[in-house]
């Protein structure tokens, strides 16, 4: 009774500070209670994260501008954090829910998250962030609709559907870790998962006639998928937040960490149709389907799931390139999304990141720039807050490839509030990468195969590139980005392949504004976790 009334009194400290700062901006209360709990995604009985006793956990449906009060007990036998895929966080990096901004939630304890989903709207995920819990659960979707005054750019559909899928391993989120530990690749997955489940676990309802958004992530730890319906086209209307140019595909690549939403009719014969899902770049090709059950359906599914692309590179990079942002459609605000001219604003910086997999100290490491990052024993917003000297150094990574030798080093790039920054992932490795950058969105303004120059901004998009916070490198290739440095914080930027990200393959961006102004960036929250060297330290006042 005593941990509930404490919560209690953390919730009613958190919706006070949100009344405060927030004005008439809605708010929306969650509750979640984190356990271990036994699952059988694959048929075979495993340990699970579950929230609420849900896997995946239970979906947070919002609107533009909501504030949301998740409190979080941490019934594991572990520290646990949650962290926000795609939600912006805007002045906010405090509640981004990573180990460099946040202390984990300690077993038996609760943290109340205070965020807003400001100037926001589309499909999102949250995931575990810390070690590799994300391969036990612990996920769900995010939903931002647009408030009732913003037009949307297609009719209200009849339904709306979240599609979580992903690979999936048989062995314990711990197991996993030791092998990382050890210095070892990850082995090859054990199968796809849809919503939780395997093959034809899953079951999607639809009317005749009618239209659904299907809002498809891709949760997983090392795959890349490809989405596809049987008999049926699917209309791009979303891209991680930005309405895009609607045009009809017949399957989508969905890369790691990635978000779509699409518009399927159900304009076919009624009887049910296979939803599949399979492994993109692998020699081995792993598929796992649902079923499209018409509600008059005469019939169950028949012959063959759909085959889709396997290892084509030219084919995923083509429908990349075809992604746009619908210029006259408002986004989260009622002004067209093609009112803000990317392409004429000048960068004020260029950084070149380019990945690297060296073997350090006898074990397999990842790295970027030749540094593979090591997590600090304080996160690096707190390190940074109080002023706490050798948790980490700026300057610490460099904004272009070294060519020397990789090294461990907890890595932190500084960057100056306002500025446009061009950044250029380039991949030398046989691989496909995806890259996340917290706390930002960014226009993905070109990707072509070979070495990136200076020359390559010529084949720039700089009109209609669509914007998102997720993007893919493809094998010997590069992806050029514009990214405005408008949300002051610690942000990270990381590999979405979960092993890379793990052993090294990441760092964090301190977008830095000297005037300390709550105009900037919200005071550290006065429930804030403390751990590390900054035990003992003072929030603020309640």
């Known amino acids: ?52 006793g849900q896997f995946p956990g239970p979906q947070i449906e919002s609107v533009t501008n909501d504030n ?18 795609g939600v912006q966080q805007r002045r906010n990096s405090w509640q981004d829910g990573v180990f460099g901004t946040n202390c984990p939630i300690p077993p038996g304890q609760n943290f109340t998250y205070v965020l807003q989903v400001k100037d926001q709207i589309g499909s999102y995920f949250y995931f575990p962030s810390l070690g590799l819990h994300k391969a036990a659960g612990g996920f769900g979707g995010i939903k931002i609709d647009s408030r009732p005054r913003i037009p949307v750019p297609f009719p209200p559909p009849a339904g709306d559907f979240t599609i979580l899928a992903g690979d999936w391993f048989s062995k314990n989120h711990t197991d996993l870790k030791a092998i990382l530990d050890g210095g070892n690749n990850l082995p090859f997955p054990d199968g796809l998962l849809i919503n939780g489940r395997g093959s034809n676990g899953f079951t999607f309802t639809v009317d005749q006639g009618k239209t659904y958004r299907l809002r498809i992530s891709n949760v997983g730890l090392t795959t890349h998928i490809n989405f596809r319906i049987q008999g049926h086209k699917m209309l791009l209307v979303e891209v991680e937040g930005t309405h895009s140019l609607q045009n009809t595909y017949s399957s989508l690549d969905i890369h790691l960490g990635q978000s779509y939403s ?25 598929s796992a389907t649902s079923i499209l059950h018409y509600s008059n359906s005469a019939g169950s599914v028949s012959g063959p799931p759909p085959g889709g692309p ?6 995923s990079l083509e429908q990349a390139r075809s992604l746009r942002r619908n210029l006259t459609a408002s986004g989260p605000r009622p002004n067209p999304q093609g009112s803000y001219h990317y392409g004429l604003i000048n960068t004020t910086r260029t950084i070149r990141i380019t990945n690297s997999a060296p073997i350090i100290n006898g074990k397999q ?10 997590q600090p024993d304080t996160p690096l917003k707190l390190a940074d807050y109080f002023k706490i000297s050798g948790v980490f150094s700026l300057g ?18 500084n960057a100056d509030f306002r500025g446009f920054a061009e950044l250029v992932f380039e991949n030398p490795e046989d691989t496909v990468q995806s890259w996340h950058i917290d706390g930002h969105n960014f226009f993905v303004v070109g990707m072509d195969g070979g070495q990136w120059t200076p020359a390559s901004r010529l084949r720039y998009n700089l009109r209609d590139t669509i914007s998102r916070s997720t993007v893919q490198v493809y094998p010997n290739s590069w992806t050029a980005i514009y990214m405005p440095l408008d949300n002051v914080g610690m942000w990270n930027i990381r590999s979405e392949n979960w092993a890379l990200q793990y052993l090294g393959q990441q760092f964090y961006f301190r977008v830095y504004s000297p005037a300390n102004s709550w105009r900037d960036e919200y005071p550290i929250p006065r429930n804030a976790l403390l751990c590390g060297r900054a035990l003992g330290r003072r929030t603020r006042p309640l």
């Open 1 to 52: 009774m005593g941990v509930y009334k404490s919560a209690c009194c953390v919730i009613l400290v958190a919706l006070l500070t949100v009344i405060c700062t927030s004005g008439e901006d809605p708010y929306r209360f969650y509750n979640w209670n984190v356990t271990y709990g036994d699952i059988y995604p694959l048929g075979v009985k495993q340990q699970g994260i579950l929230i609420n």
């Open 365 to 374: 490491r990842y790295a970027v720039n030749s540094v593979s990052f090591i």
């Open 310 to 315: 396997t290892t084509q590179i030219d084919w």
């Open 68 to 85: 949301l009060i998740i409190s979080v007990f941490n019934s594991l036998d572990e520290p646990f954090l949650i962290s926000w895929n």
């Open 396 to 413: 610490s990574i460099q904004d272009n490839p070294t060519g020397g030798g990789a090294y461990l080093q907890t890595s932190v790039m």
């Open 262 to 286: 699409v518009l399927v009719t159900a304009d076919q014969p009624p009887k049910d149709y296979y939803i599949v899902v399979s492994s993109r770049f692998t020699s081995q090709v792993l």
